[in-house]
């Protein structure tokens, strides 16, 4: 039915890679089937200029894809001279997302930098961002607490993200590409380990959608992210 | 209770003042208390270099704000070399809220622009921008059709937009400023005029929400969006 | 004769709204005829680097034009990346016109911008934009005066400015698009309220055009400023 | 009086030095005293798009300063990534003034760009370009002619540049950098072989100035531009 | 006596890891140690517009770097809005080098574009990119030929990069950054397979060097770029 | 045999000519035949902000083109809103070139920086900046000297550079366009006054070029650099 076979609550097969980067303070290569998202945490001593003398630290995030990282070559960013709506609007979400569980106060006058950047894209690279930044985020932080940078806990709670959508009328779960492209429905859901909502973006591809297949997605979506707070768990013992 | 002192489900006093641009196809000026945002239609008989050859049309948005619209004085895009991060999620959001509800095929090879720039905010301008798009888009749609431009029907049905959030933990309608800046829960609705779902936003500002929280917000935002939509039919008769 | 059926040396009908912004210091919606901008003062008590230090403020302006505030929708300059050369000229323009009658020393270490938002364009929006800039910066240095802010005057004149151009052989005051834009000669006029002059700009855009021409345009515009001087003092009242 | 003790009315050394480039069609280094602009023409046997089909051609002119032409060093537009308004409204000035006298149909569908790059600056050096670039724009139309490429006249009449102000209360003609650094009144007049004026710019650096004044300061301009163009009369025999 | 032990002439552990990219027409992981660069080749089938119609193809690169690839984050480019001097030259160095064995006449009217991205970096980027650009580049031509794209032979050779410097005193083969970093004398060596040189960059960073140093750097450059042609042959075995 | 009838060997006419900026510390028009670069040294009493408080100062330059110093008029940089790559590379290499013979130190904390802007183009422009911008530096630091700005010594020795190619087969000295444009190798190289190399980059066009001809090349460089030290030596007598 869907294109993987995969059952319509059915994840990608996700792995977690940590502490795959020589230089940054915590990191993390998700992948959710063939989206593979190189995250790494970086730590500055130091806050921006609008958060100075508050005695609070910042988490923000950065997104970017390799030029081939999707079918067709995209052209680079960088070259291009400025950053796409897309990619801005991604990077909001997931530093948003990542503030949601951090004790600002508790993390000191730091700033932590989250970059996210796809090495292969095959649908849902957002929320496979979010999903890794949260264990490279989680790293950085035990490497201040090895160093006593930090006292008190950061960490809040888990996050994590996934998106659901009606392929073919039916709801599934964690659309890849083929499935993202003809959906009628897409939306991308990001919540906390104990289930608290901390995002929800849905959008009508095509026909508008119902109140009771919305409802249908957050379903899916809460099985989904309880099974990915799992693996977050996994990986860091 | 609220610092507006309206009722939880009540909207702030809605305008909809029709043809005020001397030059535009369309045009409206939507107030949404002392959120103000000028709409215009401007009509290009030719499309977007990927969509020649098609026989459809295309349906877009940009979308601005007065550098003093604001309590403080912003940067004006235009001198700072680049649209933020911000002003592009809600441009995109609003042409896709549009396109939602157009036959893009009826449409022809024409291309029609809605611009949307805020005079004075006090919160909910991207709600209010796409209540107003609407009516500036539907003008511009009859003043095609009163030169034969169009033969079928475009519009497939109205647009409007509202938002919700919980505000000293009461669901309330349509945020202002003052309460946007605190509220703990925050999003954003578009619905068409027949209730189906276009969009959904929702972001925690501080604590997670829960699915009943939500579905309270999503119950507050229907209630006001069909009485938009009513506005709506009565700005256009 | 004029496509207006103006005389010669008639204005189009001026209108000053003040106070139409909720936020700003001082505000003033002026219209030459169908040429409409928003004019907002915002004070900051702080001045630019290069000023630091000199018991001295700054009065600056900036200038923009709506998409749409024009017979063919033009390329929005924020998504564009820069300011035209023609927006840049205008707003040097606005601002030293506006230097040209305060004393920065009066104003203490402050600085008041000045945006001149057209809103709708029929010609003259450089000179709409001066005469309603003065009004805007007037109100915002009462605002600061009934804070204690200022002790002495700061303003030391009115400021006004109208266009004059050679128009089908003759020479006419306050051009709107349609004789702009076919007029030989167009000239831009900023005096003060006790007649001097401020600047001159004239451009022959097909002949050129002889001193005795150019006197007869200047003595129009001493005509038409003295008019607009009294229009900005019934405003201010 | 004057610091470089000329008379009010004395222009500093004017010198026209033609075919100063190996590779442009035409090519002048003017020199104002200490001011040395290098102009160069370029021709292009095409037209920018808006202007392809309709059998005329285009003059268009571009202004830049080295770096170190000044007495501190400015930072270089290329490395800054934009030109600055001041630089482009030059740019537009010199454009404007020599199309004054180019017979746009006669040149056909070409388009020549002429370069006023400033080597050194001593004040005047939009003056000294426009001057200068006559003559440059002269010898690319006689390149044209002496290969057939134009059958009529294309250049019409002369056109010439000059400064005027007042400077310690007295009205001088040709300001250098002290000079025009402290001058009360700034003008700049622009006047055709047959005297003819084609623009006219000035500015009350301080207090505003009287129409006798500004009588006065036309009077000296038409006076140096005569000279000026006698001395390109001269340099193209 | 190296910070790495290396002996003189001893290259790092080398590895060339072939289609790691799903969607690439051909990739490779070129490691050099802890220098992990990931290389795609992507076919266009369509020169760029200064080559059209000339039945020649063009190859091409660009490079960039991860902002964590290095010990302290660098600002990402795409978010600075520019590409740095030092990546331009790099990926300019890349293009030349492929091309220098690539018959552009046999490629046809196709573009194929070498991105090569720094995942890791510890001195080397440029030479290790080059070095696995070819196995790219050579895999995506392999592809064309199963497809039938191409008939004759394009590649001409092989092409491998290397760097050497004096590092306290001794010539030494393929510095990593902390032999890099203090080192007397950097240089970058181009060579195809049959030991012919294409690029040679040498840098002074401290003292001058010598022609007969010089000549010793080339002679570790050529027993190090012949292990790493064999090492490119057996990857494409 | 060379298209300028020059034997192999052989510089084009050079000169040096200093002083030739009224405002610059230091300056140098330097000549190589038909490619004349004007080099200008400006002295500022500060250092960029990474280098603060290290009691050392700095030498940096910049390149630039005028458009029409080509054959073709090039678009101008500062127009086009980025210097190009090959602009970069360039200032790159003059300033790593001059610091490579200047202590540090000695200069206090001082920033020099050297424009060198080409007036004319015909091949060799990077190597006529490098030989005419140690002229500007070594003024600067004599004015500064002069002023007792700084105590020691600071030029440690003479730098200067030329390029050489194999054209038709046969190593030349110093190519001018006609040769650059078809030389099947081009290498440029820097050296000291006392023949210590600084700079090597060799490119082969077309063929590889082996180890020999690369020495060629080299002998022909230490010549013409040798030559080109002696004019810097009566230059500045």
New interface residues.
Partial sequence: MRPSKRAADELRPVTLERAI????EG?CLVKFG?THV?C?A?L?ERVPPWLRGQQRGWVTA?Y?M??????D?MR??????????????I??LIG?SLR?VVDLEALGENQI?I?C?V??A?GGTRTASITGAWVALHDCLEWMKSRDMIKKPVLKDHIAAISCGIYSGTPVLDLDYAEDSTAETD?NFV??G?G?????????EG?????EE?GQL?GLAKGGISRLVDLQKLAIL
Avoid: N
């Avoid at 980067?21 to 940054?24: E, P, Q, R, V, Y």
């Avoid at 001279?81 to 801005?88: A, H, I, M």
């Fill in positions: 980067s020589k230089h940054a990191s063939d190189l790494t970086s500055e950065e970017g390799l030029p081939r990282a999707t079918g070559r680079r960013e960088a070259s291009a001279g400025k950053q796409s709506g897309r990619t801005q609007e990077q909001r948003r949601a930098t970059d950047d090495i292969q095959d939306a919540l906390t104990s608290g909502i901390v995002e929800i973006q849905g959008t009508a026909a508008p959608f119902s109140e919305f957050l």
